[in-house]
């Protein structure tokens, strides 16, 4: 079946990195996406990345595919208060437009 | 290029009420999906319409839901005889056919209170 799994909580403090972990079990993935929620707004794209890639670079963000363990992270470098929201993985399967998306990880900056 | 739009951006009904809930994709965009927020969750997949046609219903469930995406005009998300467990966040998302990397736009959501 397909799921996809992340931690509940993050907190760090202002300067330092974030990295926020998912996985899931749908090997036939072919794009997984970062998403993030700020309170009572929608979803916005973060970044994505192709399942034949193992990383991906975008400004303050990092994101590192493992295919063979299905984990999927997002690293956040010199986290700002403005990065606090809920960070949500999510997969896209070969045979359709769906995504499937992580519970969602609320991330808090600490000044 | 306006967003997708969702109106309302909140909704208040009484048990047994109907609540309908609209969805504009964004301009070009021929796919429109639909889903369920619960406080304090993530969200699941309810529905995925293309112009006059429904591509896959499996997150929506049986009775009561039902969803359409006609010809002209917007995306629809209606909810009859509701009950206090369907108070969500409804999120309204879409995507151009072909030629692009799978990500799909989201509105702002229409947030269901029922009483």
């Known amino acids: 079946g397909e799921d996809v799994e992340q931690s509940l909580f993050l907190s760090v403090r202002e300067g330092d990195s974030s990295v926020i972990n998912c996985t899931y079990t749908?090997?036939?993935?072919?794009?997984l996406y970062w998403y993030k929620q700020e309170p009572g707004a929608g979803l916005q794209l973060l970044t994505y990345i192709f399942s034949n890639m193992d990383m991906k670079q975008d400004q303050r963000l990092t994101v590192l595919l493992n295919k063979k363990d299905k984990h999927l992270s997002l690293r956040i470098a010199d986290t700002q208060t403005g990065d606090s929201a809920i960070y949500f993985c999510?997969?896209?399967?070969?045979?359709?437009?769906?995504?499937?998306f992580g519970g969602g990880t609320r991330l808090m900056v600490k000044p | 290029n306006a967003g997708v739009m969702q109106n309302p951006r909140h909704l208040v009904r009484r048990r047994g009420q109907e609540a309908r809930l609209r969805c504009s994709p964004m301009?070009?965009?021929?796919?429109v999906y639909w889903y369920r927020q619960l406080p304090e969750e993530g969200l699941k997949f309810m529905v995925y319409?293309?112009?006059?046609?429904?591509?896959?219903e499996s997150g929506m469930p049986k009775e009561r839901f039902s969803a359409e995406f006609p010809k002209e005009g917007p995306s629809i998300l209606r909810i009859q005889q509701v009950v206090r467990g369907d108070s969500a966040a409804y999120f309204c998302?879409?995507?151009?056919?072909?030629?692009?990397?799978?990500?799909?736009?989201f509105g702002e959501g229409s947030r269901l209170t029922v009483l």
């Open positions: 749908d090997s036939s993935s072919t794009y």
């Open positions: 301009k070009g965009h021929s796919h």
């Open positions: 999510a997969e896209r399967h070969n045979a359709g437009n769906m995504l499937t």
């Open positions: 319409l293309q112009k006059e046609n429904i591509i896959d």
């Open positions: 998302a879409s995507s151009p056919t072909t030629g692009y990397t799978g990500e799909l736009f």
